[in-house]
């Protein structure tokens, strides 16, 4: 709660600019396979509670939302372009900063490390850490932000140990076909993924790799800052419990 006072009190700050963005409609950027957050349903259209929630907040300022999937890898640079409008799910960081807006934080995120207990049993107590010193590989997609540790020491210290791929089902089949010894990913992304795929013996470690708040990140090119503030006043009363 203390976060979202926070949010809310730097966008009143802001100067009184449009609170409409440039487009009633706003593209949302998104990789296909990111279950429960936005993914596709047996009836072929667009599901998750991240996507839902989104378009909720929107529709209090009747913007219409399309989806659109995209390599993991392009999401930043195609909002920093201004090709899409928003990302959901993102963890905030300095450099983000300087090209988007970033709504309320709406949801806690734990990144974890996934095995297969038939093939490394130990890793229950490991860290990413220990694997990678262990010379083991692990799949994960590099433009991800997965904390300080992993994200800005690890990865270039154990380079050749880090197996990049798009998707998380992606991910999850290297892992299948024991092409790596771990993977890489939001707990609950992983957790559905494996379930989907048939991964019955997979597990995720109890030492977690990085647990942050994430928001949704607005292009500077396709929003004013007085949109994201009236933006997060629909998000701050559909996220707040009614007391």
């Keep these: ?42 009836q072929g259209k667009v599901a ?21 999937n995209l390599p993991e890898q392009r999401l930043a640079k195609l909002i920093e372009e201004g090709s899409v409008g928003v990302i959901l799910g993102a963890a905030f960081t300095t450099d983000r900063h300087k090209h988007n807006y970033f709504s309320i934080p709406y949801r806690r ?24 010193a262990a010379d083991k590989l692990v799949a994960l997609n590099r433009s991800g932000w ?7 020491q690890l990865l270039t210290r154990y380079n050749n140990n880090i197996v990049h791929a798009e998707g998380t ?3 999850l089949q290297l892992l299948m076909l024991d092409r790596v010894d771990a993977v890489v990913g939001d707990v609950d992304v992983l957790m559905a993924g494996a379930l989907e795929l048939g ?11 990085h647990q942050t708040d994430v928001h949704f990140m607005f292009g500077h090119k396709q929003v004013t800052a007085a949109f ?10 559909l996220i707040t419990p009614a007391t």
């Design 1 to 42: 709660m203390r976060l979202i006072v926070l949010f809310c009190a730097m966008f009143a700050a802001l100067p009184a600019l449009s609170n409409q963005p440039l487009n009633k409609t706003i593209t949302l950027a998104s990789a296909k396979d990111w279950k429960p957050y936005i993914y596709v349903n047996a």
């Design 169 to 171: 089902q992606r991910r």
């Design 199 to 209: 991964i019955d013996d997979f597990a995720v470690s109890e030492i977690p790799i």
């Design 48 to 68: 998750g509670t991240d996507y839902d929630l989104l378009r909720k907040t929107l529709q209090q300022s009747d913007v219409t939302l399309r989806t659109e």
């Design 109 to 132: 995120e734990t990144i974890v490390l996934g095995f297969r207990r038939s093939r490394h049993s130990a890793y229950s107590k490991a860290s990413i850490t220990d694997v990678l």
């Design 146 to 152: 997965f904390g300080e540790v992993l994200s800005d």
């Design 228 to 237: 994201v503030q009236q933006f997060n006043q629909s998000l701050a009363a």
